[in-house]
Nanobody, 122 residues
């Protein structure tokens, strides 16, 4: 079973930046799509960003477009979410996820990490 471990969460003031990373145990990582999701207290988990297996295609939730950037390093089995101009409404637990193509980048994923907390103060 694939194991995903997120890191990089923390507390930041509004307008600040954080960089989340996710390390995958899967040796065929480069053949999988990767995604980031988040879940705020009392809300459902929502899609944040996704990147195709090659890195050639990305997708973002409207709420983070222009502020967040997803990228991957297939040589290191990692995916990164760079978050800039953070807002209090970005506060949530952020999860890394993985799935096989050719499924779309949004939608259901196969495996999930344990999550990392991001808190943005106003």
């Amino acid at each position: 079973q694939v194991q995903l471990v997120e890191s990089g969460g923390g507390l930041v003031q509004a307008g600040g930046s954080l960089r989340l990373s996710c390390a995958a145990s899967e040796r065929t990582f480069s053949t999988y799509h990767m995604g980031w999701f988040r879940q705020a207290p009392g809300k459902e988990r929502e899609f944040v960003a996704g990147i195709s297996w090659s890195g050639g295609r990305t997708d973002y939730a409207d709420s983070v477009k222009g502020r967040f950037t997803i990228s991957r390093d297939n040589a290191k089995n990692t995916v990164t979410l760079q978050m800039n101009n953070l807002k209090p409404e970005d506060t949530a637990v952020y999860y890394c996820a993985i799935k096989r193509p050719p499924a779309p980048l949004v939608g259901v994923y196969d495996y999930w990490g344990q999550g990392t907390q991001v808190t943005v103060s106003s």
